[in-house]
């Protein structure tokens, strides 16, 4: 377990126009559940390799525990890694291939064969595979493999990182979440520290103390997962995280003045977002104070997500002057009918970066839906 | 998994070209060996049922025997060279780039010549007079003859199976090799395995099944060597590099001794069947090969297994 530095650790490969990855710094504290979020080609593989020792940064250190590792080999690193697809030694019992790590480093840490079974059995009794050390991994199923590939990465108690390259992707819907709170369980049983690259938002955000949200190379955003979602740094990170995303309404101060300044918004802010839960729907005959945030629109469909108290939830989405913008609440508003989108909370933002957060005071006693955002508070 | 398959028995009758090519490529001459084993034939009004008298006379006939043992040394011999050669040859090659298909066909070219002119060559390579090598290593002071020497004669021949069908073995390895995903070698290197751990347990399981085609190929074919030392020592100095095959063809087409012949042949081909039949089984129940063998058919049912655990866990 070690405290890991990433010190403007850049890199580029050998005659791109581009690097792969702009210099970045980032700590990741010891026994931190950390994951990197990205689409892919946002440069998580490459820091990933980075880490793993596969690459040499081209600019910048990697330093574990204050010492500088960037040109070690990834034996050297002491680190573990779980691989999008389980990979298990073929020939060895599933036993042999838990202690493999430890024997095949017995002349460093000094383990006895006593002391490699009960880590063995202390492993597979974490992740209730005791049932499977004497078979061969051709006899098991995916899920299980990628079992196993876990416990050999947390079989080494020293280990100073687990880097888990989208360990997810080849197990089964219905067993990902099985699978991952296996891991976040055994993560803060073991205090390891891991890394977890994905470009799943969900299993990052349920995973992770910290996330890092990537794009093009860069972090735009290291923060925890309640702050990436409230208060995103880059107009990205809303963009990108939540399902659907931010709703971006580019601010036009020309046009109402009042509404923005009203509530307290910089002048230098040229958007504001807003997460659809933030909003809600009202009746289009409602007046509204020249203050309130709200924009006159047409509901253009809706997508019912599941219910509440009996009534319909979920994304109506409406259209009004500036863009399509995304409700999440009571569907309560057919396709085709005029309605005013209210916004309770939104962030604003200036050069896509994130300057402040905003609460309107637009509340009314007769509002279309008071329950919308009681569940997402 | 019980799959309700209708069966029909007219399938059969799609059978029937192949038993028919089959037979009379194989089974019908093979046939017509084993009835002429039983015979003692003079000329062809005059013949007698011997019962199994040629089969005791090879069997006992000590120039079969010594021949017999020559065949096995030289199998032995050409295997455990080229088999840990053509690995070692094949982890060498790189595994992408420009360097692979130009070193891929540079070691398929001795795979092209023909038999004989393979022999031609190592018959003028080696020769003491004219020969590069038999020039060159007489210059180095080794008295180098083939012609006079057995042993000489067996090196040569040894070199020259070397250097004709390791490239085979090295193509097949290196097709085994590229099987592996590179993950597998990342995970054993952050593992901290050996240059030693990396060979026995992420390439040799992925190796197991090309490797036993290797052997079996390169059996077979060495047991059955004619062509090669008929041209580069005709069998000699004396008898010692006289193989199986080319005595079965002194008898049969020199000394036009049929019967003989005949049985020599049957015995030949049980022993080449023996030898395959027990190296296949002796190491077919060895797991790790037996894995990779089985690998395509195991992916395929994978996913219809991982069906079933995943009920199972639910």
């Known amino acids: 377990m070690a405290n890991i530095i990433l010190d403007e650790l850049g890199f580029a490969y050998p005659g791109a126009p581009e690097p792969t990855l702009l210099p970045l710094s980032v700590e990741i504290k010891d026994s931190e559940a950390f994951a990197l979020l990205g689409a892919s080609g946002a440069g998580k593989t490459t820091l990933l390799n980075l880490l793993s020792g596969l690459l040499v940064p081209t600019t910048g250190r990697i330093l574990f525990d204050g010492v500088d590792v960037s040109t070690r080999s990834g034996s050297q690193r002491n680190l573990a890694q779980v691989f999008q697809f389980p990979v298990l030694y073929e020939s060895l019992t599933i036993a042999d291939n838990l202690a493999f790590p430890l024997r095949a480093r017995k002349a460093v840490n000094g383990f006895s064969a006593a002391d490699i079974q009960s880590r063995v059995a202390k492993i597979a009794g974490e992740l209730g595979i005791e049932n499977l050390l004497k078979r061969k991994p051709k006899t098991l199923s995916l899920f299980q493999k990628q079992l196993v590939a876990i416990g050999r990465a947390l079989m080494r108690p020293d280990v ?13 819907p219905r067993t990902k979440w099985v699978l991952r709170q296996s891991l976040k369980r055994l993560q803060q049983e073991l205090g390891v520290t891991m890394i977890y690259v994905t470009h799943d938002q969900t299993e990052a955000l349920t995973f992770a103390d910290r996330v890092a949200v990537m794009a093009d190379g860069k972090i735009l955003h290291t923060a925890s997962p309640q702050e990436v979602y409230e208060r995103p740094a880059h107009e990205f990170v809303g963009y990108f995280i939540g399902s659907p995303g931010m709703n971006f309404v580019a601010i036009d101060v020309a046009a109402s ?7 307290g918004v910089h002048e230098s802010a040229q958007r504001l977002g807003f997460r659809p839960e933030w909003a809600r729907l009202e009746n289009a005959s409602r007046q509204h104070t020249s203050s309130a945030v709200h924009w006159p629109g047409r509901v253009t469909h809706c997508q019912i997500l599941g219910t509440q108290g009996g009534a319909p939830v979920g994304i109506t989405a409406v259209l009004c002057d500036v863009g399509e913008l995304k409700v999440r609440g009571p569907i309560n508003a057919a396709a085709g009918s005029d309605v005013v989108v209210v916004v309770d909370r939104f962030v604003s933002f200036c050069d896509e970066q994130y300057l402040a957060t905003h609460y309107t005071h637009s509340s009314s006693p007769d509002d279309l839906d008071d329950s919308a955002n009681a569940g997402e508070e | 998994m019980a799959l309700n398959k209708p069966y029909n028995n007219r399938a059969w009758l799609g059978v029937l070209p192949v038993l028919l090519i089959v037979s009379f490529s194989a089974v019908i001459p093979l046939m017509t060996v ?4 039983v015979q003692d034939i003079l000329d062809f009004n005059s013949r007698f049922y011997v019962g199994l008298d040629w089969y005791r006379e090879t069997l006992q006939d000590p120039r079969f025997i010594e021949a017999f043992g020559r065949q096995v040394l030289f199998s032995l011999s050409v295997l455990a060279i080229e088999i840990p050669l053509g690995i070692l040859v094949a982890r060498g090659l790189p595994k992408s780039g420009a360097w692979t298909s130009f070193l891929l066909i540079l070691l398929a070219v001795p795979l092209l010549i023909p038999w004989n002119v393979v022999g031609t060559i190592w018959q003028i390579y080696a020769r003491s007079d004219i020969g590069l090598l038999g020039v060159g290593l007489n210059e180095l002071g080794l008295a180098f003859n083939y012609t006079s020497n057995p042993t000489h004669a067996w090196l040569t021949l040894i070199a020259m199976d070397v250097w004709h069908w390791t490239s085979l073995v090295a193509l097949l390895a290196f097709a085994g090799l590229t099987s592996v995903p590179p993950a597998y070698y990342q995970a054993a290197e952050l593992d901290g395995a050996s240059k030693w751990q990396v060979f026995r347990y992420v390439e040799m399981p992925r190796l197991g099944g090309v490797l ?3 052997v079996l190929l390169r059996l077979m074919d060495s047991f059955m060597i004619y062509t090669e030392p008929f041209v580069l020592t005709g069998g000699g100095p004396g008898n010692a590099t006289t193989f199986l095959s080319q005595y079965l063809a002194t008898m049969a087409v020199g000394q036009f001794d049929l019967g003989p012949a005949a049985a020599f042949s049957v015995i030949y081909f049980l022993f080449i069947l023996l030898f395959c039949w027990i190296f296949y089984n002796s190491v077919m129940v060895d797991d790790a090969v037996d ?13 219809v297994a991982d069906d079933n655990e995943v009920q199972h866990h639910d």
């Open chain 2, 291 to 303: 894995d990779a063998v089985d690998d395509a058919v195991e992916d395929a049912v994978e996913y």
């Open chain 2, 212 to 214: 036993v085609i290797a």
């Open chain 2, 34 to 37: 084993v009835n002429y084993s």
């Open chain 1, 257 to 263: 003045t009042q509404m923005y300044t009203g509530n």
């Open chain 1, 160 to 172: 100073s990182v687990v880097l888990l390259d989208e360990p997810l992707t080849a197990v089964e």
